[in-house]
């Protein structure tokens, strides 16, 4: 009895040691992993309650599931391993290829992709001057249809066309099988400029001192306590947000930051 078991033992040991493919293997997913951890953050998500109110005239894509949200587009329960369960950033419903907006004047800084749950992307930076408020704003775009075309390094006007979103990074557990086709834009404020790009294609932005936050913000008045919006009561919590129609004029004219996607003017 006790020498097949020993042959056994062996035979087990031998057939361990003699697959370091399969440790290497194992090994190199972890090294993924911790990578992704890396780039997937941990952060301190708070809603805030900030919704948007459209020009009367023009009917938009509105937000299908807002920052802080523990709830995706379809009412289903967010994941709870990342952020608490907590949406980093607004979704927008969008069909495949919809333009995607520059929502101010700007730099590229960075795009890349991502894999699950962040797909194509693409980083945009934007001065104090840029959007009139009082901190630098770095804005992502994510699960866009492809590498946007556009340069890292190039100068954008509010409201140009930057990207097509997509569903890259979204077929799989979290949205099932079909994917969700959707912009998911996200929205760090730092005292400055600076950034540090890291991650595999030297394109995963960490602004320096930024602090995750509502993207909703970017639509506050300059002198608003902006670290206080969750505070606000509801009235003030709905803003007005400037957009861009089809025909890629700004309502209201002149305004430095805008919706995202093209809004279409209601019939009449
Ligand atoms: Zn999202």
């Given at each position: 009895m006790i020498k097949p078991l020993m042959s056994l033992v062996i035979a087990l040991l031998v057939a361990i040691m003699a697959s370091?493919?399969?440790?290497?293997?194992?090994?190199?997913?972890?090294?993924?992993m911790q990578e992704r951890v890396v780039e997937r953050k941990e952060y301190d998500v708070k809603a805030t309650g900030l919704a948007p109110i459209f020009p009367e005239k023009?009917?938009?894509?509105?937000?299908?599931?807002?920052?802080?949200?523990?709830?995706?587009?379809?009412?289903s329960v967010r994941?709870?391993?990342?952020?608490?369960?907590l949406h980093g950033g607004l979704d927008i419903s969008l069909n495949d290829?919809?333009?995607?907006?520059?929502?101010?004047?700007?730099?590229?800084?960075?795009?890349?992709?991502?894999?699950?749950?962040?797909?194509?992307?693409?980083?945009?930076?934007?001065?104090?001057?840029d959007t009139g408020l009082p901190f630098w704003s770095f804005t992502k775009y994510q699960h866009l249809i492809?590498?946007?075309?556009?340069?890292?390094?190039?100068?954008?006007?509010?409201?140009?066309?930057?990207a097509r979103s997509g569903l890259t990074g979204t077929v799989g557990p979290a949205f099932g099988p079909?994917?969700?086709?959707?912009?998911?834009?996200?929205?760090?404020?730092?005292?400055?400029?600076?950034?540090?790009?890291?991650?595999?294609?030297?394109?995963?932005?960490s602004p320096k001192d930024g602090k995750l936050s509502d993207p909703m913000l970017l639509f506050m008045p300059a002198d608003s306590k902006f670290d206080q919006a969750a505070e606000l009561p509801d009235a003030r919590k709905r803003l007005p947000v400037?957009?861009?129609?089809?025909?890629?004029?700004?309502?209201?004219?002149?305004?430095?930051?805008?919706?995202p996607v093209f809004c279409a003017e209601k019939p009449g």
């Open positions: 370091p493919s399969q440790a290497q293997k194992r090994g190199k997913r972890m090294g993924e023009f009917s938009c894509d509105p937000i299908a599931s807002p920052y802080g949200s523990p709830y995706r587009f379809d009412g994941r709870q391993d990342r952020n608490s369960g290829g919809s333009p995607l907006l520059a929502v101010a004047a700007g730099k590229v800084i960075a795009k890349g992709e991502g894999g699950n749950l962040e797909g194509f992307y693409l980083w945009l930076l934007h001065a104090p001057a492809e590498l946007p075309s556009i340069n890292v390094g190039d100068q954008i006007a509010v409201g140009q066309l930057v079909q994917g969700y086709p959707h912009l998911h834009m996200s929205l760090h404020v730092a005292p400055g400029p600076e950034f540090i790009l890291g991650g595999e294609g030297k394109s995963t932005v400037a957009i861009v129609g089809r025909d890629s004029r700004i309502h209201p004219a002149g305004s430095k930051v805008v919706w």
